[in-house]
């Protein structure tokens, strides 16, 4: 299987060097023409979509997870044209970040270049397959695409239609690969291909993150773990609080940028714990309280240090009565993934301690967490949410997926 | 040994929280207050080197060794006056990186933050020790500073100087401390500490280097392999090119930006080899040439595969001759650590296609590959010269020493 995954890398780099040298008009056009063929090829594609959720049933596969799995026509349309939008995006190939020239008339310019080979290691969803082929090839990068055996015919079908689509249009097929997932060993392989992969970038569950980032010696960026805060402070207003909460916490509870945790400052807990934790209760949300929360209603059940550390991607939450902005923060700064967090406040004040205090991706003041996305933050595109620091934080479009080259012109200049 | 840096490391996180909060004066002033304070302690910081360099020469330490290890006052002046320029600079934290306002009112914002906690795991020099801690005490990080053994008395000496300097100003010592280099395991509980470090900077050998990387869990940049290059195009002008083959390989040979590598059209062959060949030797260099540059002189060695792929680091040079720009690419790409190469050439079709073609952090047109450094560059300051392609990219400046986040502020938004 290493000897699969490695000849398939190193086809990658080889088309990912004539990738880098195509134009904006080559590489749109490839992605036009990746884009009609998957809606011209969508009976094909629906056929192995229905053998894979046919096998998965009779694995005893629970529905949520079926239904993440499950293609209809809708869905292939809609990231048909999700790969048309990436086509429509500006290049970020070639874009200077920045230029001087130096004392000894040399001209410096940093550049955008692409990244080259990148792994994408993910779960259940087969529509990950076109966006991802999508946003690397823009960003001029080959991908290797290892997504999971329950959605093995999927994957391949598209990925078949994809890599048919780029070579008509004069690109190199191998610019889209899928690696096999047959083994649970290619994933291991394609994350150790270090010299032949430029990056990897898992996207699923916590535990497939956790596996990435401790066996991987090519570099990683983590995404989409979200334990998300909302901390109503002393000086909200009470009804964008309660707004803001219900919005963070039951828009969608299986997101990553879903709140986790509530705080509320204590100067307003009389008044808005009763509210929040009616108006929780009535979207059936659990609510896992400190004593001041389990005093207002006898279900909020007892919290604990685990609840707080918990990402529940589900209808609970936990919640605390703070002191101050200061033990908000310290609280946060403990238990947080570093995704988003949000404050509600009127204070300038107490907004800019919060903003510089809490150490995330992304801090909402006055608005819901859910705001954190690609989409909404109007990149385009987006190939998940990093919560790590280096390289890229926060929602990734094409500009993450670049790395910069400099470029130093002169007319002999020696030291 | 994993407590002693894990609770280093816990100190430095909470230290790290402080900083984050400090103003640009409080920086400042910490760091024009540790550059007093090592040239001040001038005699403590000798009497410990001398201690280090005794020591390593009763080991029977080679002398080259000796000359990085060992300080003398001008080498203490040199690196104080380095941290008091880190002053000098602008500060990184708070810039603003884009921002733009959203459809639905938004405000959103990327700025620069610091990393938070950085480990340096380092050999050799100690001026390292006291460049490493103003960088990152500049971009707002609290630094774990791992040494070699032989260095350890320099080193603790240093670090304590510079802790009381800024403990003096009011900030937390923590921002600085020394991991101690006593046992071999310290480097790798700090490469291991993740949640707790930020970042892992190696810098030193090929070998240190590797091992960081494939130890690491906390992301890493690796740094400093430079199998550097520089083809003389058939449109050169040769006594340009002369020149900086000259200079890119013999100015100084240690250093990751010499040459390694010459390529050379097969157009101006015959005039050109006999001419750089001869300036080569006169230099003192080696040359493991391809039959053609043995044709030249029988003191030029046949040159293997081994030879085109290794990074000298002294009076050594690989040499060929292609048929082609793409021939030289193609060599480049195969080859390359990645770092820097150079072209010499009239053509802007030539300097337009190897710039494009290669696939290394700088490339040079008609100048020396002495010119990747981040003090040429104008950053000021430089903590190593990446040759990895995620977060940085080249040589690193306090820029590089931070992440971003982004602040979205609202008036009630949900979705």
Known sequence: ????????????????????????????????????????????????????????????????????LALDEGRVTSFAQGVRDVAALPDPVGEVVRGSTLPNGLELRQIRVPMGVIGMIYEGRPNVTADAAAICLKAGNASLLRGSRSAARSNAVIVEIMREAVAATGLPADVVQAISAEDRSTATHLMQARGLVDLVIPRGGAGLIRTVVEESTVPVIETGTGNVHVYVD?????????????????????VCNAAESLLVHKAVADEFLPRVVAA????????????????????????????????????????RVVGSVDDAIAHIRRYSSGHTEAIVTRSLEAAHRFTRGVDSAAVMVNASTRFTDGGEFGFGAEIGISTQKLHARGPMGLQEMTTTTYIVTGDGQVR
Chains 1, 2 share one sequence.
């Open 234 to 254: 002393a000086d909200a207003d009470l009804d964008m609080a309660l707004d803001i909460v219900i919005n963070s916490k039951t828009h969608r509870t299986s």
């Open 280 to 319: 929780l209760r009535e979207h059936g949300v659990v609510i896992h309280g400190d004593p001041a929360f389990m005093a207002v209603d006898p279900a909020v059940q007892a919290v604990t240090e685990e609840a707080y550390a918990t990402e529940f991607l589900a209808s609970e939450i936990s919640a």
């Open 1 to 68: 299987m290493k000897e699969h995954v490695h000849d398939a890398a190193r086809r990658a780099r080889e088309a990912a060097a004539v990738l880098a040298l195509a134009t904006r008009a080559d590489k749109d056009a490839a992605l036009i023409a990746m884009a009609e063929a998957l809606v011209q090829s969508t009976g094909r594609i629906l056929e192995a979509n229905d053998a894979d959720v046919a096998a998965a049933r009779a694995d005893g596969t629970p529905e949520n997870v079926i239904d993440r």
